[in-house]
């Protein structure tokens, strides 16, 4: 019940930060250079057809009457019309939306696959040379680009190999969308288990000198149970905090990485759209990311509770 308590109480701490999301992204939109009624209407279209298209989108209205129009609309899921697309906002989300999350929860999981072993076996051999290569190898993956390994990858297992696509998108079967997802999945993922691998580390190599590490050994556990629920239940805690800022940037970062391997995902759609200058389709992209962030977070809260029994609802 406590627990129940608190997710509603999160629930209702998010609602003011949307608010002034929805804020800040209506006034950036209108304050971008360029006039979205002289886009619909063509650059040759004569001043009484632009007029007529600004009073169509409502742009003659004063600021906050647009605004207020936009949040009852966003409340009513009613995210208007593409202006490059002409097609609804929403229904063009809803396409592309599960392309993104299945890229991120994919290249989270690749990152968390390579992070936990990587990090407890750097964290135990400390400053020996499994310690030292898996560092090395860490600050290398930070350092490279993801679009310039993304480039490697293609011209390695779809050029060269034959292996793997190299980019787009083959929704005919669930096997096909997963080859078309691993080479992205992956290039994301490196950075992501590099910050992982290194946060890890250190948290083991902190923890193993802890008291209770020393104790629970004394009583007679077993190696894997001091393991298990002394020594990497407790270095998670600092992990998971890490990698919820990861997958928001995972999220963020999908921009780049659906433009490369030609992904219809939200980030090739933001693409699409800034490029166009879609004011629309910009400004409901920009929420709904910011209302995943907030998901993210949401989450990565409720699980501390099960990693540390001292946080407190």
Same mark, same amino acid.
């Given at each position: 019940?406590?627990?129940?308590?608190?997710?509603?109480?999160?629930?209702?701490?998010?609602?003011?930060?949307?608010?002034?999301?929805?804020?800040?992204?209506?006034?950036?939109?209108?304050?971008?250079?360029?006039?979205?009624?002289?886009?619909?209407?063509?650059?040759?279209?004569?001043?009484?057809?632009?007029?007529?298209?600004?009073?169509?989108?409502?742009?003659?209205?004063?600021?906050?009457?647009?605004?207020?129009?936009?949040?009852?609309?966003?409340?009513?899921?009613?995210?208007?019309?593409?202006?490059?697309?002409?097609?609804?906002?929403?229904?063009?989300?809803?396409?592309?939306?599960?392309?993104?999350? $299945? +890229?991120?929860?994919? =290249?989270?999981?690749?990152?968390?696959? @390579? &992070? %936990? /072993?990587?990090?407890?076996?750097?964290?135990?051999?400390?400053?020996?040379?499994?310690?030292?290569?898996?560092?090395?190898?860490?600050?290398?993956?930070?350092?490279?680009?993801?679009?310039?390994?993304?480039?490697?990858?293609?011209?390695?297992?779809?050029?060269?190999?034959?292996?793997?696509?190299?980019?787009?998108?083959?929704?005919?079967?669930?096997?096909?969308?997963?080859?078309?997802?691993?080479?992205?999945?992956?290039?994301?993922?490196?950075?992501?288990?590099?910050?992982?691998?290194?946060?890890?580390?250190?948290?083991?190599?902190?923890?193993?000198?802890?008291?209770?590490?020393?104790?629970?050994?004394?009583?007679?556990?077993?190696?894997?149970?001091?393991?298990?629920?002394?020594?990497?239940?407790?270095?998670?805690?600092?992990?998971?905090?890490?990698?919820?800022?990861?997958?928001? $940037? +995972?999220?963020?970062? =999908?921009?780049?990485?659906?433009?490369? @391997? &030609? %992904? /219809?995902?939200?980030?090739?759609?933001?693409?699409?759209?800034?490029?166009?200058?879609?004011?629309?389709?910009?400004?409901?992209?920009?929420?709904?990311?910011?209302?995943?962030?907030?998901?993210?977070?949401?989450?990565?809260?409720?699980?501390?509770?099960?990693?540390?029994?001292?946080?407190?609802?």
């Amino acid at each position: 019940m406590r627990r129940l308590n608190y997710i509603l109480k999160r629930l209702l701490q998010m609602l003011p930060v949307l608010l002034v999301v929805t804020i800040m992204t209506f006034l950036m939109i209108h304050l971008i250079p360029g006039d979205p009624a002289r886009i619909m209407a063509g650059e040759k279209a004569r001043p009484d057809a632009v007029e007529a298209m600004r009073v169509k989108l409502g742009l003659d209205k004063p600021l906050w009457e647009q605004y207020w129009i936009y949040l009852k609309n966003l409340v009513t899921l009613d995210l208007g019309t593409s202006m490059k697309f002409s097609r609804p906002v929403a229904e063009m989300i809803g396409e592309r939306l599960p392309v993104t999350i $299945a +890229l991120t929860l994919f =290249s989270t999981a690749l990152g968390l696959l @390579f &992070a %936990l /072993p990587l990090g407890y076996v750097a964290g135990l051999q400390k400053d020996q040379p499994t310690d030292h290569a898996i560092r090395i190898s860490t600050l290398v993956a930070i350092a490279m680009p993801s679009f310039w390994v993304g480039l490697l990858l293609m011209i390695l297992f779809s050029v060269t190999l034959h292996w793997l696509p190299a980019g787009g998108w083959d929704a005919t079967s669930l096997f096909s969308e997963f080859k078309c997802l691993i080479l992205p999945a992956f290039t994301q993922s490196l950075m992501t288990a590099a910050i992982l691998i290194r946060d890890m580390r250190n948290s083991v190599v902190d923890i193993i000198r802890q008291d209770y590490v020393d104790f629970a050994k004394s009583k007679g556990l077993s190696a894997g149970a001091v393991r298990r629920r002394h020594i990497i239940r407790n270095s998670m805690v600092s992990t998971v905090t890490l990698l919820s800022m990861r997958m928001a $940037a +995972l999220l963020g970062g =999908s921009v780049i990485i659906e433009t490369v @391997f &030609a %992904l /219809p995902g939200i980030g090739k759609l933001t693409y699409d759209a800034i490029s166009a200058r879609d004011y629309t389709v910009v400004q409901s992209v920009v929420f709904l990311f910011a209302l995943l962030v907030l998901v993210v977070n949401l989450l990565t809260d409720i699980i501390y509770s099960f990693l540390d029994p001292r946080v407190e609802f």
